[in-house]
């Protein structure tokens, strides 16, 4: 089913768009109660359903007694499903995506950099143009030859942000 059309049961309105914060629901948005770093979406869910949210995703363990349950979906797994809720949306972009993940104890940086100078050079021979590959790690976010500081594109200093 893609989300674009979908509806949140008991919810008659089509639901234009999504969240995860509180701060950005428009009207009839479904605000996805998360948990990240620093926060959890569940201290959040009056204020989005006062923004007009059309409903929110709460974890199974959500205290709804001062809430209409006609506006909350429980999931078992609200981060999960707002993974899966964007993945639809946007019209699974992962289909499309090539990934090349480094892990390890000692020298992922150096494998990094090696792998960005092969595919760049790779890139540049096939007479692509523009950035086609990006890379994430200790020294920050690299869109092609860009550089990106971590805090600036993501709003966290971690290289493994809470998705968004």
Known sequence: MNPHQASV??????IPSFTEDSRQVGPHALFFATRGQGFDGQNYVGQALSAGAAAAVVPLTYDSSSISS??????????????????????????????IGVTGT??????????????????????REGPTWASLGTLGLRVGETKITLPQALGSPNTTPDPK
């Open 9 to 14: 049961q008991r919810l008659s309105e089509p």
């Open 70 to 99: 006609d506006h909350l979906v429980f999931s078992k797994h609200p981060n999960m499903l707002l993974a899966l809720w964007a993945r639809e949306w946007y019209g699974c972009p992962d289909e499309d995506l090539r990934v």
């Open 106 to 127: 000692n020298g992922k940086t150096s494998v990094c950099q090696i792998t960005e100078t092969i595919l760049n050079q790779t890139i540049l021979n096939q007479g």
